[in-house]
């Protein structure tokens, strides 16, 4: 970013909600440098190459270590799953969105990995918040590296736990926590 675009989000933060919506001009800026990295449209599958804004590019970026994204048996369960359930479960795990679905593979997950039982959460930064701040409360502290992800540092604020931060990778050196 030049000064003058350093000078600008300065300003942003002087700025109330409605002058906010309405002067959105940094993402405009980014953008027009082409190093905005959100938002890139697939055209394709997910899959080590996808096509992506009508380029084929090599995907470093996803979570789809095992694969499971072209896989035939997966897909074919879950075009059953489609027939048997319709779109969606319209509303959340904890009321009417449990499908017994969902509690055959948190038995087989656990039954794989040795547990008593497991609990399925849809992405990573949700099983963070839900995990911090259900086991986390304000009479505890939780030491937080430095580099630790966006969603355990929301996770930490959401569980009102007191937060020491410490260097990457060093939890009990003699460093002062900030
Ligand atoms: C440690 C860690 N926590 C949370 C996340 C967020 O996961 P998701 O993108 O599924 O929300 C990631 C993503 O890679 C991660 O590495």
């Not at 890139?40 to 694969?67: C, D, F, K, T, W």
Request: glycine share 6%.
């Amino acid at each position: 970013m030049s000064q003058r675009d350093i000078h600008y989000s300065l300003i942003i933060k002087h700025m109330d909600l409605f002058e906010k919506c309405d002067h959105f001009e940094t993402l405009k800026y980014v953008r027009k440098l082409g190093i905005y990295p959100y938002f890139h449209e697939l055209e394709s599958r997910q899959a080590p190459v996808v096509q992506m804004e009508n380029h084929r590019v090599i995907m470093l970026g996803s979570n789809n270590y095992l694969g499971f994204t072209e896989n035939e048996a997966v897909i074919k369960a879950g075009h059953a799953a489609l027939d048997k359930y319709g779109t969606g479960v319209s509303g959340s795990r904890f009321l009417n969105g449990t499908l017994d679905l969902h509690l055959q593979l948190e038995k087989e997950i656990a039954e794989f990995t040795g547990y008593e039982e497991c609990m399925t959460v849809s992405t990573g930064f949700q099983t963070n918040l839900a995990i911090i701040s259900a086991i986390c409360g304000k009479d505890d502290y939780i030491l937080n590296d430095r580099e630790n992800h966006a969603s355990i540092y929301d996770a930490c604020r959401l569980s009102y736990a007191k937060v020491l931060r410490y260097r990457e990778g060093a939890p009990l050196s003699s460093q002062r926590y900030a």
